[in-house]
């Protein structure tokens, strides 16, 4: 230090020299090193401030690398006087309640210590970065000669480390940018299995924005609701991997908010927003700190809506992780538009080779039938027959004329409508098109079907397979379907062993 109370020129214009370094940590390290040395200080540490404005980080503390930037919001911290003021404060200035946390981030006992604010002619006079250096070593404290030599020292290094960060956030998107090419490719070459894909979107979304947890969820536009397919990373439902399809109203909590109005949701802390339902962390003991919710669209509207909890390096999502989230997010849309459209096409593919023969021995069912038998009140199985609902019934005294009925009332009995989605019309289409595809042999018709199709019936009603949970409500459905299709345009007048 000179006589003027500026930092020593000689070892100023040494900083400077010094300061060559094309990694920013590297530069605060000289330049804290500086700082100390100058203020005859026991460490030091710069607090920097993000470019939008939002948020604070530390990358270094005394000779100490950051094994991870720690960042905390601008408001509601030891610093924000410094910071909303602009002036320089003192360990006096801060709140004793917060004085801990100060002796917490820098990992020993404050005494004393210094805050100057570093302002920036690029960013409108705004505070760019917070000079500090704390425990003085002689007993006079920090005076005003020790903050002009913080700012003298930063009105000639701070430019070239504001531009060495600007260089390294500019590098860290570039990066990000050819993660996401890469991110693109990696979800297009799973389009021929769509639970895969929404697998494989939700590890590429944890990765790029640092996300603790993440679920996903896919909007059905017929039932106004919100399935989650994904939680975690595991699938539901179709592979089958721990867990099950999960269904919420569309309009319901943060997800519902995002998948209604199509806009992103970043919420800094969840038990605070009046969205966030805490019922789901109580019941799973999980805590929700954060969440970054975003829309998945495809030309026009919402198709989707990705939910990331709790971001692993920071105290909350970034304004750069919503940027990241909505470019990756046209990726998803057009994955899985496309992968949705594949799999219609293979199934159209795969009805169009089994039904192609059945086609032409004329199975067209007449709207004016099915609509005929929907309006029709659907009788209780007992009203065909006392008996119907036991194993001494005989099916085959049905009349012909009742038999198409009776399966849609079994169907009805089984609860098959309610627990397994399907509509009225479906199901009364269906089953008069598989009638019409039986042929006439003196076996193998549709008599012989419908006997078949009540013994399942009675199986699965009388022995309680569904209630008792030996078979699960989609197995019921495919036996009782199974058991109607059976000998579906059988031809042969043999018995098939």
């Known amino acids: 230090m000179d006589s003027g109370g500026r930092p020593n020129v000689e070892a100023l214009f040494r900083l400077c020299e010094s300061l060559t370094d094309q990694k920013a940590v ?36 005394g000779d100490h690398i950051l094994h991870e930037e720690v960042k905390f919001p601008v408001n509601n911290n030891s610093f924000s006087t410094a910071l909303s003021e602009k002036r320089t404060i003192t360990l006096e200035d801060i709140h004793l309640d917060h004085r801990d946390d100060i002796c917490h981030f820098v990992g020993f ?14 960013r409108n006079g705004n505070v760019v970065l917070l000079g500090c250096v704390v425990n003085k070593k002689d007993a006079s404290g920090f005076t005003k000669l020790d903050e002009s030599i913080i700012l003298e020292c930063f009105r000639f290094s701070s430019t070239l480390l504001m531009n060495t960060l600007a260089f390294e956030e500019e590098r860290r998107l570039k990066i990000q940018c050819q993660s996401l ?9 799973h389009l021929d299995d769509v639970t895969v894909l929404l697998k494989e979107i939700m590890s590429e979304a944890r990765n790029l924005t640092k996300a603790e947890r993440c679920s996903l969820f896919l909007l059905d536009r017929e039932h106004n609701e919100l399935v989650a397919k994904v939680f975690d990373g595991n699938l539901a439902e179709d592979n089958n991997e721990n867990g099950v399809e999960v269904r919420i109203a569309a309009n319901r909590g943060i997800a519902g908010h995002v998948a209604m109005t199509g806009e992103l949701l970043n919420i800094r802390d969840a038990y605070s927003h009046p969205l966030f339902y805490k019922g789901m962390d109580e019941s799973t003991g999980f805590k929700t700190r954060n969440i970054l919710c975003f829309p998945i669209k495809d030309d026009k ?3 989707g809506i990705a939910e990331l909890c709790n971001k692993i390096n920071g105290s909350y999502f970034s304004t750069f992780d919503e940027e990241i989230a909505m470019a990756f997010s046209i990726y998803c849309g057009i994955s899985i538009l496309h992968s949705l459209m594949y799999k219609k096409v293979r199934d159209a593919q795969h009805r169009s080779r089994l039904s192609n023969e059945l086609m032409t021995y004329h199975m067209q069912v007449p709207c004016e039938e099915v609509r005929r038998l929907c309006n029709t009140k659907v009788p209780h199985p007992i009203d065909f027959d006392p008996n119907f609902c036991s194993f001494s019934y005989t099916p085959r005294s049905i009349a012909d004329s009742q038999s198409v009925l009776a399966v849609v009332s079994m169907f009805e009995d089984l609860g098959m409508f309610t627990k397994c989605r399907i509509g009225v019309a479906t199901v009364a289409r269906f089953v008069l098109m598989v009638k019409k595809g039986y042929r006439d042999p ?12 009540h013994f399942c019936y009675l199986l699965l ?10 078979l699960t409500d989609l197995e019921g459905l495919a036996l009782f379907v199974a058991s109607l299709c059976h000998d579906l345009d059988h031809r042969d007048r043999k018995s098939v062993v």
């Open 181 to 189: 090419l890469t991110v693109a490719k990696n979800l297009f070459s």
């Open 461 to 470: 009603r009388n022995l309680n397979l569904l209630r008792d949970e030996w």
């Open 26 to 61: 590297s530069l605060q390290l000289k330049i804290i090193t500086f700082l100390t040395e100058q203020t005859n200080s026991q460490s030091g540490f710069l607090i920097l401030v993000s470019e939008d404005g939002e948020e604070l980080f530390c990358q270094v503390i």
């Open 109 to 122: 006992q404050v005494t004393t210590l210094l805050c100057v604010p570093v302002t920036s002619g690029s």
């Open 442 to 453: 003196p076996y193998h018709n549709w008599s012989h079907a419908f006997s078949v199709t």
């Open 301 to 303: 509207d919402v198709i």
